[in-house]
């Protein structure tokens, strides 16, 4: 769930970090790099938070499959990432 308000970048499918320890962030959907979160910068230029904001689906994955590799006990977690 997001609102208009709540724009950033870490929960945006658009984002990605960089290996520039100068321009570590970077937004696909305008294709540019930046010291700063992307959102950041897209307020400072304009004046209004992003509008190309795309919410990040939230991946389900079994907790034993991820920390031990068996299906035993499956238990369900969410992990935002
Ligand atoms: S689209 Fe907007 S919120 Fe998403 S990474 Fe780019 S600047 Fe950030």
């Known amino acids: 769930m997001s609102t208009k308000d709540n724009v950033n970048c870490r929960n945006c499918e658009h ?3 960089t290996w520039n320890k100068n321009f570590p962030y970077g937004c696909r959907s305008m294709e540019f790099v930046s010291k700063s979160l992307p959102c950041t910068e897209v307020y400072k230029l304009e004046g209004k938070i992003c509008l190309a904001f795309a919410e990040k689906p939230i991946k389900t994955v079994i ?15 969410n ?3």
């Open 15 to 17: 984002f990605y970090t």
């Open 79 to 81: 992990i935002i990432v």
């Open 63 to 77: 907790a034993c499959d991820l920390l031990f590799g068996q299906k035993d006990d499956e238990e369900e977690i």
